[in-house]
């Protein structure tokens, strides 16, 4: 392969990998969004002690979610990494958006909950329903 076709095929490479880094991000901004809705739904309702329990199980299962976006966005981001460290050089794994050679180095997805970025946004959505259902739930009063 000449060097044109080879920064050609860089760029095409880098883009499709930074369009896919994009939908992730999006995607973890999307469940934040949905996580807040979903929770401020449910205390709309000023249900009882027992149904107000249920937030902390769609919480935890959007905190999931959004760790494994971000474990996978952040693969992606060492599959960027190395396509423009090695692209030039070598073919391998030519065009391959499959970024599981990566993986083994990510934290896994309950290490990546405990991330300081997720950690603070469903640490304090979890704090603050708990304080909800102890004190202002309709029964503790």
Do not use: H
Not at 26 to 43: H, P, Q
Not at 116 to 126: D, E, M
Request: hydrophobic fraction near 50%.
């Amino acid at each position: 392969m000449d060097l044109i076709e080879r920064k050609k095929d860089l760029l095409k490479e880098i883009d499709l990998i930074q369009a896919i880094i994009n939908r992730m991000s999006n995607t973890s901004f999307l469940i934040k969004g949905w996580a807040v809705t979903m929770i401020s739904f449910i205390f709309s309702f000023r249900a009882n002690e027992t149904n107000l329990v249920l937030v902390v199980i769609p919480l935890l299962l959007f905190w999931f979610l959004d760790a494994y976006f971000l474990r996978q966005e952040r693969s992606y981001r060492k599959l960027y990494q190395w396509v423009i460290d090695n692209r030039m050089q070598d073919d391998s794994y030519l065009f391959s958006l499959n970024p599981s050679r990566f993986m083994q180095d990510e934290k896994s997805i309950f290490k990546t909950m405990l991330s300081i970025t997720l950690l603070v946004f469903y640490g304090v959505a979890l704090l603050l329903s708990i304080i909800y259902i102890i004190f202002f739930s309709p029964n503790s009063i």
